[in-house]
């Protein structure tokens, strides 16, 4: 049984809440590659990018070598309602699995959203109410990011235009109505109401769409809409700069309990969360202050870094963003419809990119049978049922508290629990139902979608 002495849940006090995101790239000594103009393949200039995104936001976007950013008293006010979240002991877990190692989740889902994509949704509707904007215009895989932003756009009066990937927005109808109490419009993606949604409906007959898809239309209406700018719920390095009070507050609460983790696990789509989760550790590990083994884990049917290559791709389907350098299956490869919407991005966060090419992180698949077995075994031990998304994370934290119970070592795991399931029951009862299949690309399949990457030198 747990020692009575240490605590289930670890909670810092309000006042211990971070007052400054922390800039991760000002640590990298390899910084990730700028963003290009695809016409011209020169690195984007801020006026470029201010057609499309706030323009404070960009800013952060371009700053690599600013190491903390003050958080705005608004956004703090704001984060108080649900922060700081508990870094949780599985105390449970670890009896079930018989294993020495001490398993820790910092627990994201404890906000109406039920995800971690609130920390930078707030932060971007602030920035585009001071900037005097309308309204913003997004994408959402699982339905996570398009309510989370929902919300904000509601606590600062915007207007709200989300793009939701089409499967997702017939497998999880209970999301997308949370995103319209809070004042949303929501149309599955792609749609016919924009000129790339057409085409890529007339090149991809039936598709189900992806977040590449849903990020093409999103940006065509906020670029054609005076008062709009797109927002991005992941991959962009802002985006991984709000989410660091994630891994701030984790390290705060470990080294409240005199805790050093070992193995920081994250599941992997586009990379919000998990460079959120690791950034104050990776930070450490990149100035030589110490060492920690860090895992991303993605879906076997949309693996970018595990089977993808790193290069310059367009970050959305219809190629009409700027290019990034990062791990990508091709902006043309559309995952299969699997259940953890919220993964199913051709590429990965070029901070990430660059940390994983440079062999500071290491990254595994998990099929989905063997995500959504692990998804069951937590829940019914530790109390929460957990998104298909962060059930990645636990599929190989389970792993690695296995493997300890094999050495013996009593190594300390920590891991995202980036929200909860609530909204995904259709995915659990397929699971259940024995409907649920895996699904593995073949190798044909990716190199199609590669060979049509651009030709940047």
Not at 442 to 449: C, G, L, N, R, W
């Amino acid at each position: 049984m747990p020692n009575k002495n240490i605590p289930y849940k670890t909670y810092l006090d309000e006042k211990e809440l971070p007052t400054q995101w922390y800039n991760l790239r000002a640590d990298m000594i390899n910084k990730p590659a700028p963003l290009l103009n695809p016409a011209t393949l020169e690195p984007m200039k801020a006026e470029e990018l201010e057609e499309v995104f706030c323009k404070e936001l960009v800013q952060q976007e371009l700053d690599d070598t600013t190491r903390f950013f003050d958080i705005p008293e608004e956004i703090l006010k704001f984060y108080k309602m649900y922060r700081p979240s508990p870094l949780v002991r599985a105390y449970f877990l670890e009896e079930k699995l018989g294993t020495p190692a001490k398993i820790y989740y910092k627990f994201e889902g404890n906000n109406t959203s039920g995800s971690h994509k609130l920390n930078s949704s707030i932060a971007q509707a602030y920035y585009a109410k001071k900037q005097g904007l309308k309204g913003v215009t997004t994408e959402t895989g699982a339905g996570q990011w398009g309510t989370a932003l929902s919300m904000a756009c509601s606590y600062f009066d915007l207007d709200c235009k989300v793009y939701m990937v089409k499967v997702s927005y017939e497998q999880k109808p209970f999301r997308r109505e949370v995103m319209r109490t809070y004042g949303a419009s929501v149309t599955p993606s792609p749609s016919m109401d924009t000129e790339i949604g057409k085409k890529i409906n007339a090149e991809h007959p039936g598709t189900t769409g992806s977040l590449g898809c849903a990020i093409s239309e999103a940006v065509e209406v906020a670029v054609k809409n005076d008062g709009y700018r797109y927002v991005l719920g992941s991959v962009l390095n802002q985006v991984l700069l709000h989410q660091s009070v994630i891994g701030l507050e984790t390290k705060a609460a470990l080294d409240k309990l005199g805790e050093k983790a070992d193995i920081i696990i994250g599941c992997a789509g586009g990379g919000s969360n998990l460079g959120g989760l690791i950034a104050p550790f990776m930070g450490e590990k990149l100035k030589g202050e110490a060492d920690y083994q860090i895992i991303a884990v993605e879906p076997q049917s949309c693996p970018s870094l595990t089977r993808g290559k790193y290069a310059y791709d367009f970050c959305d389907t219809g190629a009409i963003c700027p290019l990034a350098k990062m791990y990508t299956l091709g902006s043309d490869y559309i995952p299969a419809p699997n259940h953890a919407g919220g993964l199913r991005y051709h590429g990965m966060s070029s901070t990430l990119s660059q940390l994983y090419d440079d062999g500071l992180m290491e990254a595994r698949t998990a099929t989905q049978l063997d995500v959504f077995a692990a998804a069951e075994e937590f829940a019914r031990v530790e109390g929460i049922l957990p998104a298909p998304e962060s059930s990645h994370a636990i599929k190989v934290a389970i792993d690695e508290a296995l493997k300890c119970k094999e050495t013996g070592e009593e190594k300390t795991i920590v891991f995202g629990l980036t929200g909860t399931g609530y909204f995904d029951m259709v995915a659990y009862e397929k699971f259940h139902d024995g409907e649920m299949e895996n699904y593995l690309p073949s190798d044909e399949e990716i190199a199609k979608s590669l060979s049509k990457l651009p030709k940047v030198d």
